[in-house]
């Protein structure tokens, strides 16, 4: 049990009775001894069941309600994806600080105009890529910086998961689902993030999807380059047996791998091979949700800054455009999802 922070409790809100959320907020909550005051669903019967199978303080009639109730200043967004952007400005006009499930908005297009909404409301936003505050991907960023793998070469995503049921929001258009939405954003920022590292933003060269249903991908390849001529791949599938989510640097005296650099719970391994010699470290198998939320509040109650912002939100979804585009797919939403 991790003692808790010492300034006073965030009060949390969430909207919808998302799967997600007793691991990405109401766990890492009560851990770090913050409140989930309320939560609204559209179903209310499936709220209260909900609210009480997880301690939350009370329901809210309907998300609106939770947006008013002036004892919510969190509000937490794990919706549907389609539901990101218009609840995100939603959340902001309310004036409550907002950690929104990735990706941050439907298109690129439309997560620029969110990013003005949240701006002009001037509340306190994180998009949720858990993984980069985890001691796990830190230590693989200081095995950079040390040069223990030499200058790296390339960068390798590779990420799958159980298929999700028929009818799942995951692969249906409208609500912009698939596989680049649902574990591209995480790989897309992965690489975006090395970029950051470099001062070099890659540029996708190349992509192919497989589909699911009309211009829903059940998985996609994609791959890019750096201007300094490393290069990277990412492949993500919703068509896998089960969770696998693998980080690799490779440079040109090694390789450095997370094995599971979203899920640290399941596999905390760091695999370093170096000079021909492999060695095995272990990162804390603590949630990347609990470290998430620590530095989100220390943000709210310290303005302490993150290391993600507005800024990373908008040209996150601009790369996974981007890689639709080189499918020959459309992006997701409205009409900026013709190509």
């Known amino acids: 049990m991790t003692e808790a922070a010492p300034f006073e409790p965030l009060r949390i809100g969430i909207l919808g009775a998302a799967r997600i959320g007793p691991d990405a907020i109401i766990g890492p909550a ?3 001894g913050h409140r989930v005051v309320a939560v609204a669903a559209r179903d209310k019967t499936r709220a209260d069941a909900y609210a009480a199978a997880h301690g939350i303080e009370r329901v809210a009639e309907s998300y609106d309600a939770l947006l008013a ?4 200043e969190v509000v937490y967004n794990p919706l549907a994806n389609s539901l990101h ?4 400005r939603k959340i902001a006009a309310a004036g409550k600080a907002l950690l929104s499930e990735k990706p941050f908005a439907s298109n ?5 105009d969110v990013a003005a909404a949240i701006r002009a409301a001037g509340v306190g936003f994180l998009e949720g890529f858990h993984y980069c505050f985890h001691p796990g991907y830190r230590r693989v960023m200081q095995l950079l ?3 223990r793998i030499g200058r790296v ?11 999700p049921q028929d009818g799942d929001p995951r692969w249906d258009y409208d609500l912009a689902g698939g596989a680049m939405m649902d574990l591209g954003c995480y790989a897309v920022h992965a690489m975006r993030r090395y970029g950051i590292r470099i001062g070099a933003a890659p540029a996708v060269v190349s992509a192919h999807c497989e589909l699911h249903a009309e211009n829903v991908d059940a998985s996609c390849t994609f791959d890019v380059v750096y201007p300094d001529g490393t290069t990277g791949h990412g492949h993500v599938s919703m068509e896998g047996e089960k969770f696998d989510f693998r980080l690799t640097f490779i440079g040109d005296r090694g390789r450095a791998t997370l ?5 640290p719970h399941r596999d905390n391994r760091l695999t370093v091979v170096a000079d021909g010699a492999q060695t095995v470290e272990r990162a804390p198998s603590r949630s990347t949700y609990a470290y998430q939320l620590e530095a989100f509040a220390r943000a709210l109650r310290t303005g302490e800054p993150t290391v993600l912002d507005l800024d990373d939100a908008v040209e996150n979804m601009s790369m996974i455009d981007a890689v639709y585009r080189a499918a020959g797919l459309p992006v997701r939403g409205g009409k ?3 190509p």
């Open 30 to 32: 009560a851990e770090l």
């Open 69 to 72: 109730d002036p004892e919510v």
């Open 85 to 88: 952007g218009p609840w995100n």
């Open 108 to 112: 690129a297009e439309e997560a620029a």
């Open 145 to 147: 910086d040390d040069d």
């Open 153 to 163: 070469r390339r960068v390798e995503v590779r990420m799958s998961m159980p298929t």
């Open 259 to 263: 094995h599971d650099f979203l899920g």
């Open 336 to 338: 900026a999802g013709i």
